[in-house]
C-alpha cells in the first residue's frame, strides 16, 4: 500500500507541476499576445499618421500648381503653352490627391479604420472636398468610395442633391 500511495503522490505532485507550467506557458502566451496588440495599434496609428501626411502633402502639390498657373496667367506677356502644361500638371496633382482620398474612404469603409473616429475628424474634410471640386464627383466618378462615404455621412454632393442614408448611397434627392 506505501508503494502504491508512493506513486499516487508522484502522480499528483506531477500533474500539479505540468498544471502549473501550463499556466505559466498561458500567461506568457497572453502577455505575449498584449504586446502583439500593442505593436499593431502603434503600427496602425504610424499607417495613419503616414496617410495625414502623404494627405496634405499632395493637397499642398496642387495648391502649388494652382499658384504657378495664377503666376503664368499673371505675366504681362503669358506664354500660353506654359500655361497649358502647368494646367496638365495640375490635373495629375488633382488626380493623384483625390486617389489618395477615394483610398482613405475606401478603407473606413471596408471598417480597416474605425469610422466612429474619422467621421468625427474627417467630416468637414470631405464636405469641403466636394464643395470645392464639384465636377469631380459628378454621375460616373471614379471616385466611388468617396461619393459613397459622403451618402453615408449625410454629406451634400453638389449636382447629386443631399444622401439620405447609406442605404441609398447609390441614389439621392434630387434638389433642382
Known sequence: MTEASAAD???AWGSILGAVAALGALALAARQLRGLVRQLKQSNF???LTLEIEMNARKQRVEEAVREIRRLRNNPQPNNREIL???????GCIEDWLNLVDRMA???LKKYLREKDFKTEYRKYFERLVARNPEHFKSGTVYNNIVI???RWGIHM???GVAVGYENAMRTTDTT
Open 149 to 151: 462615404l459622403c451618402h
Open 85 to 91: 502644361i502647368a494646367w496638365d500638371f495640375l490635373g
Open 158 to 160: 453638389p449636382g447629386r
Open 106 to 108: 475606401y478603407c473606413i
Open 9 to 11: 503522490w508522484l502522480d
Open 46 to 48: 504610424t499607417s495613419l
